[in-house]
């Protein structure tokens, strides 16, 4: 069975740095595109950012130049370095990630970690 752990979250004053982690874990054959999501309150959940398994990057506008998204494919992990992090940056953090395992190709989620950017 596939799993994914986040870890990294918290507390952090505007201005400061987070950084989350994402494992996958299970019978994986292959991993795929790895993304981070964030949900805010009453807002829609929204991709912050993905990376490819070449190694491509994209990023929603509102982050770029402060968020930056890293994988390690031995690891099988994913990570998010936030900086110069903004109150409307407080959400639920999640990763997702595409890959094959022994249930074949599937997209599975972690199970979120908070982010509060306050003073």
């Known amino acids: 069975q596939v799993q994914l752990v986040e870890s990294g979250g918290g507390l952090v004053q505007p201005g400061g740095s987070l950084r989350l982690s994402c494992a996958a874990s299970?019978?994986?054959?292959?991993?795929?595109?790895m993304a981070w999501y964030r949900q805010a309150p009453g807002k829609q959940r929204e991709r912050v950012a993905h990376?490819?398994?070449?190694?491509?990057?994209n990023y929603a506008d509102s982050v770029k130049g402060r968020f930056t998204i890293s994988r390690d494919n031995a690891k099988n992990t994913v990570s998010l370095q936030m900086s110069s992090l903004k109150p409307e940056d407080t959400a639920v953090y999640y990763c997702?990630?595409?890959?094959?395992?022994?249930?074949?190709?599937?997209?599975?989620w972690g199970q979120g970690t908070q982010v509060t950017v306050s003073s």
């Open positions: 990376i490819t398994s070449g190694g491509n990057t």
């Open positions: 299970g019978s994986i054959f292959s991993i795929y595109t």
């Open positions: 997702n990630v595409g890959l094959r395992s022994d249930r074949g190709v599937n997209n599975y």
